[in-house]
């Protein structure tokens, strides 16, 4: 594969249109093709946790919000669309084939700092994530509070590894630098965990806004609920993605070299919108479509 410094000098300004607009024509032709569902079926368990977070979930909806889309309710050709898409940018930007870890998704955890101790300090690690790294755009989570093949959903992907998380949201950096122009934002935490963000400029700079969060130790996860916010200020449109989304981190509690500590193992992500239509916020301007389909009473 190619080096990333030869990609960098490769994606010239015109090139970078070019593969913009084309990705763009190829989810409009995608999204105007297919309609939506949204009734949640939660289905998926894990190696031995298998039946005890099935019992957690089951396989019928229990969730009284019918207008979340996950994995399991989004339509094949969302899914199909971004993971392709994300091979190419993976495949492109210089993603180490060489590297085992890279290529699995895994890697080890003898070299991180130890787990977060508690459960609430894991709740703490992942708050942080959101307010002081910016994860969403960045994928700068915090590594010692995940197991190295953790599994990932949401509505478009699934796999295992934190690496390939890791390295699936940061080779799309640069295009997002180049799509948006940085905004300033001044955020505040309070109390109770809720976290207002307001941002000044004629653009919003991308940002993972932290509209809540809780831990739910007797189940054993943090539940978060988030705004992905960005303006793609550079394109004709002036498109934007405003997306909220809700994740829940089921966590174990570990034991390194009698060290206890508490680590992510599935990672379960959802959004308040149908995947293919927030998709189509990338070729329309920026307000059309509204970021959920929840109704606030």
């Given at each position: 594969p190619w080096p990333l410094?030869?990609?960098k000098q490769i994606f010239t300004e015109p090139t970078m249109?070019?593969?913009t607009f084309t990705f763009l024509a190829f989810i409009l032709f995608t999204c105007t093709q297919h309609s939506h569902g949204?009734?949640?079926?939660r289905n998926f368990c894990k190696n031995n946790n298998?039946?005890?977070?099935?019992?957690?979930?089951?396989?019928?909806?229990?969730?009284?919000?019918?207008?979340?889309?996950?994995?399991?309710?989004?339509?094949?050709?969302?899914?199909?669309l971004v993971s392709s898409l994300t091979s190419i940018v993976n495949l492109v930007m210089g993603q180490d084939r060489n590297d085992p870890a890279a290529r699995t998704g895994t890697a080890g955890?003898?070299?991180?700092?130890?787990?977060?101790?508690?459960?609430?300090?894991?709740?703490?690690?992942i708050q942080q994530d959101y307010t002081e790294k910016n994860y969403l755009w960045t994928g700068d989570i915090y590594l010692p509070a995940?197991?190295?093949?953790?599994?990932?959903?949401?509505?478009?992907?699934?796999?295992i590894g934190t690496q390939k998380f890791v390295s699936n949201v940061?080779?799309?950096?640069?295009?997002?630098?180049?799509?948006?122009?940085?905004?300033?934002?001044?955020?505040?935490?309070?109390?109770?965990?809720t976290v207002t963000s307001t941002a000044t400029g004629t653009a919003t700079g991308p940002r993972s806004e932290l509209l809540d969060i809780s831990l739910n130790e007797k189940e054993g996860y943090v539940q978060t609920r988030w705004n992905m916010v960005g303006d793609l200020s550079r394109l004709p449109w002036k498109p934007a993605i405003d997306v909220i989304g809700r994740t829940k981190f089921w966590y174990n509690r570990t034991n390194?070299?009698?060290?206890?500590g508490y680590r992510v193992y599935f990672y379960d992500e959802e959004w308040e919108l149908a995947a293919g239509t927030a998709l189509l916020q990338l070729i329309t301007p920026k307000g059309s479509i509204p970021n959920s389909n929840i109704i606030k009473r």
């Open positions: 410094t030869h990609c249109k070019c593969i949204f009734a949640p079926v298998a039946a005890n977070l099935a019992s957690k979930r089951g396989e019928t909806n229990t969730n009284t919000d019918t207008n979340t889309d996950t994995y399991e309710t989004s339509n094949a050709s969302s899914k199909g955890t003898k070299n991180l700092p130890p787990a977060p101790r508690t459960p609430n300090e894991l709740k703490d690690m995940f197991e190295s093949d953790c599994k990932f959903i949401d509505p478009t992907l699934s796999f940061k080779n799309l950096v640069p295009i997002v630098d180049f799509l948006t122009e940085r905004g300033t934002s001044t955020i505040k935490n309070d109390d109770n965990g390194d070299n009698g060290q206890e």
